[in-house]
């Protein structure tokens, strides 16, 4: 059975900084990209950042560009999101995939449950 597993999310304030990690289980996970999504309170779900298998390359959507860091571990079965300055439009739930490397969400077949995180300003 395939599980994704989120944690890391929290409370921070405008200017923090958080890292997300995604954990996974029952699959080949150097056989999957991974990447990020978000969904903001009333909003649809957003690409965020994706990483490919082997971790040399990476996608980001524009409104985090220079600010959030995708990467793995291939031996710990863990991808990481790095935020930083962080800003309240950031506030989401943020959701890990695994799948085929696209900056889309119809690439991905596996999905986590998710994990808040919440930027006060």
């Known amino acids: 059975q395939v599980q994704l597993v989120e944690s890391g999310g929290g409370l921070v304030q405008a200017g923090g900084s958080l890292r997300l990690s995604c954990a996974a289980s029952?699959?080949?996970?150097?056989?999957?990209?991974v990447a990020w999504f978000r969904r903001a309170p009333g909003k649809e779900r957003k690409f965020v950042a994706a990483?490919?298998?082997?971790?040399?390359?990476?996608g980001y959507a524009d409104s985090v560009k220079g600010r959030f860091t995708i990467s793995r571990d291939n031996d710990k079965n863990t991808v990481y999101l790095q935020l930083n300055s962080l800003k309240s439009a950031d506030t989401a739930v943020y959701y890990c995939?695994?799948?085929?490397?696209?900056?889309?969400?119809?690439?991905?077949?596996?999905w986590g449950q998710g994990t808040q995180v919440t930027v006060s300003s």
């Open positions: 995939a695994a799948g085929s490397y696209a900056l889309r969400s119809d690439a991905y077949n596996y």
């Open positions: 029952g699959l080949t996970f150097s056989g999957y990209a």
């Open positions: 990483v490919n298998w082997s971790g040399d390359n990476s």
